[in-house]
């Protein structure tokens, strides 16, 4: 599947489409990015959102991946969230290419780290981090949940 990743420099019709059908497919809890949400990830100079498009049939939109950057006194970092890959997509190589765009990226504006985190059940997604060049560190990840007011 020849693959064209880019990164998302405005919203429009299609991305809002992709990620009602793409966001079930990496979170159930979680409802698909209303078209004002994507436009706020779109122009946060804190995030950049990369979409995969099958050139082979007309440029569809079947994957993305959020790469957030952030600076702190240590230097710039930067996390990968998000990544997700339509179903009948996956095994395609369409994963690689998004992290690979999202590393040169990163490499690109002088991230010092690249970071995610991927559960152990996901052993292709696993396999691919890896393969990548990503090691497991040995450290907690801890989450809060701030309850809404």
């Known amino acids: 599947m020849p693959i064209n990743v880019s990164i998302a420099a405005h919203v429009d019709d299609e991305l809002v489409h992709a990620f009602e059908w793409l966001t079930p497919q990496l979170s159930s809890s979680n409802p698909p990015p209303s078209r004002d949400h994507l436009v706020e990830i779109v122009a946060s100079p804190a995030t950049v959102l990369f979409v995969a498009h099958d050139t082979e049939s007309g440029g569809a939109i079947v994957g993305s991946l959020t790469l957030a ?25 369409v994963g690689e290419a998004l992290n690979r765009a999202a590393l040169e990226h990163a490499r690109s504006v002088g991230a010092r780290t690249v970071d995610l985190t991927s559960r152990p059940s996901r052993e292709v997604a696993n396999r691919l981090y890896q393969r990548l060049g990503f090691v497991a560190r040995d450290t907690n990840v801890y989450r809060l949940i701030l309850e809404a007011e």
């Open 69 to 93: 950057l952030f600076r702190i006194p240590t230097g710039l970092r930067a996390w990968i969230e998000d990544v997700v890959v339509d179903g009948d997509a996956r095994g395609k190589g």
